[in-house]
């Protein structure tokens, strides 16, 4: 059978009466279609300059195309490499959807959704979701300052998606089996400054302990900071040991805030993030980071484009 022209399928299409929900997808469906070009150039733009991922010599030679990227020859290591060489894009297909995709990341679309909209098939959408949030993630900053917030949320450990699981499956979702927080809630350690600076650790199942405050905060903490937390005992002791100025306030016993000594900036972010992570029907212990990273990179605002996305993803960790 010989394939149909663009003339008869528009003549095709303005035969069929499209019903608005057919209109809505064709409108999604056109404005998805990108020029493969403009994707490359912007990840050879993003990463100009940049010296061997392998070794770190800035010296090198080209040595032809692959997959629409240039390879370059590294005179250091002799290795090759092109610009997405150790970043988490490494070795994707597609690079046409690629920006169609960014734009689902940032809807924060279902993986089924995203496939739909972008084409692609859905063990590919949900490959590319813990590649691209990854990527995306590395737009992280350095350091917080002046008074930073620190509070942990909890939530029950989930194996969704493995075949093995590690011990009797919950019904629905389900309760853990003792009260308050134990070994089977995984800890999400959230630090925010005043300036909206935010930063995320998955420090493991269970109470946030001494040496995982200090692993975590210690190295994105200045001297300087006023470090506010509720009034969990690991604070004071991080603090004592860190040498750090330290607040907290005792907000299980009804005490919101003394002044500016509160923890109610970090606290909307963990409900901002629960509320966003319902959409996702519980996600998987392994890839809460990859969450936490995903609401933290839209809650900042800055990376507001697909192509902003995509820079953030290429530059190298
Ligand atoms: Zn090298």
């Known amino acids: ?63 032809g195309q692959a997959s629409g990227l240039q390879r370059f020859r590294c005179l250091g290591c002799g290795h090759s490499h092109n ?54 993630m590395r737009d992280r900053p350095q350091t917080l300052s002046a008074i930073v917030e620190a509070d942990e949320t909890y939530r029950l450990e989930s194996q969704k998606g493995s075949r093995n699981l590690t011990r009797r499956p919950r019904k629905r979702g389900g309760v853990a ?11 999400l350690l959230v630090a925010r400054d005043r300036s909206g600076r935010t930063l995320d650790f998955h420090t493991g199942r269970g109470q946030v302990t001494v040496a995982q405050l200090h692993a975590c905060l210690k190295p994105v903490l200045p001297a300087d900071v006023l470090l506010i937390s509720d009034s969990a005992i690991a604070y004071r002791d991080f603090a004592i040991q860190a040498g750090i100025t330290h607040e907290a306030v005792n907000v299980k016993a009804g005490v919101r805030a003394r002044g500016a000594i509160h923890v109610q900036n970090v606290n909307s972010w963990h409900s901002r993030f629960k509320s966003w992570l319902v959409r996702f029907r519980g996600v998987a212990s392994r890839y809460l980071i990859n969450y936490s990273g995903w609401q933290r990179v839209l809650d900042a605002g800055i990376l507001t484009t697909p192509a902003r996305l995509l820079c953030a993803a290429v530059q190298l960790g």
């Not at 003339?7 to 035969?15: C, N, V």
């Open 1 to 63: 059978m010989r394939s149909l022209t663009f003339d008869e399928l528009l003549a095709m299409l303005s035969a069929v009466a499209l019903s608005a929900d057919d209109l809505a997808r064709l409108r999604e469906w056109i404005a998805g279609i990108v020029n493969p070009a403009e994707c490359i150039a912007l990840i050879e733009q993003a990463a100009a300059g940049r010296p061997c991922p392998h070794c770190g010599c800035a010296r090198k030679h080209r040595c």
């Open 83 to 136: 610009a997405l060489t150790g970043t988490p894009l490494a070795r994707l297909r597609k690079k046409e959807c690629w920006l169609p995709y960014l734009q689902c990341v940032l809807e924060s679309r279902t993986v089924r959704d995203a496939a739909r909209v972008t084409g692609v098939h859905r063990t590919t959408s949900f490959r590319w979701r813990h590649r691209f949030v990854p990527g995306a």
């Open 177 to 187: 089996k003792r009260r308050g927080i134990n070994r089977e809630h995984d800890c």
